[in-house]
T-cell receptor
Framework: GAGVSQSPSNKVTEKGKDVELRCDPI?????LYWYRQSLGQGLEFLIY????????KSGLPSDRFSAERTGGSVSTLTIQRTQQEDSAVYLC????????????FGPGTRLTVT | AQSVAQPEDQVNVAEGNPLTVKCTYS??????LFWYVQYPNRGLQFLLK??????LVKGSYGFEAEFNKSQTSFHLKKPSALVSDSALYFC???????????FGTGTRLLVSP
């Protein structure tokens, strides 16, 4: 079946502008994650949604970052007043319910803040 | 806190030779360990996982990993490398508190013809 999809694949924005990144998880996957991959660094956890529970926002780097998940499916990561250090690849992943544990990743959105 | 370490930034191997990509872990409780691969301009692809059971775990594309509790290691292996295996490999451990994955810094594998 279809995998995790993300849009846009690339986004170039000016410093100070707001951006929205979208993630469509695999159908039936109840858990959804956002990670950030900066150049030369590993993956950094941002936020986690599980069903109707309150999200785990412990990884969000500042209050400029927020995310929502509507109807338990599509998620949007919003970055307000973007800064150059926000430039990175933003990866979304989803996980099936139960004890499978592994996460399935989308292709990512490459964000460049000029 | 759960963590994994990948001591090598890059591993070079000739095609046809066996390859090993190293990973060590530090966890409280039982570790849930994963390997992912990232090809250029692509997202991460799941390779294999260790939850419980046999210490030798087999995964996609002919890869396997050996869980060693005494050495707290989970090295990724393949008996015969292919040029197409060249990619960035990430080891990860599940954070038992919040379900997220904690990733290592990644190891770039270069397989030469």
């Amino acid at each position: 079946g279809a995998g995790v999809s993300q849009s846009p694949s690339n986004k170039v924005t000016e410093k100070g502008k707001d951006v929205e990144l979208r993630c469509d998880p695999i159908s039936g996957h109840t858990a959804l994650y956002w990670y950030r991959q900066s150049l030369g660094q590993g993956l950094e956890f941002l936020i986690y949604f599980q069903g109707n529970s309150a999200p785990d926002k412990s990884g969000l780097p500042s209050d400029r970052f927020s995310a929502e998940r509507t109807g338990g499916s599509v998620s949007t990561l919003t970055i307000q007043r973007t800064q150059q250090e926000d430039s990175a690849v933003y990866l979304c992943a989803s996980r099936a319910p139960g004890t499978s544990y592994e996460q399935y990743f989308g292709p990512g959105t490459r964000l460049t803040v000029t | 806190a759960q963590s994994v370490a990948q001591p090598e930034d890059q591993v070079n191997v000739a095609e046809g030779n066996p390859l090993t990509v190293k990973c060590t872990y530090s966890v409280s409780g039982n570790p849930y360990l994963f390997w992912y691969v990232q090809y250029p301009n692509r997202g991460l692809q799941f390779l294999l996982k260790y939850i419980t059971g046999d210490n030798l775990v087999k995964g996609s594309y002919g890869f396997e990993a050996e869980f060693n509790k005494s050495q707290t290691s989970f090295h990724l292996k393949k008996p015969s490398a292919l040029v197409s295996d060249s990619a960035l490999y990430f080891c990860a451990v599940r954070d038992t508190g919040f379900q997220k994955l904690v990733f290592g810094t990644g190891t770039r594998l270069l397989v030469s013809p």
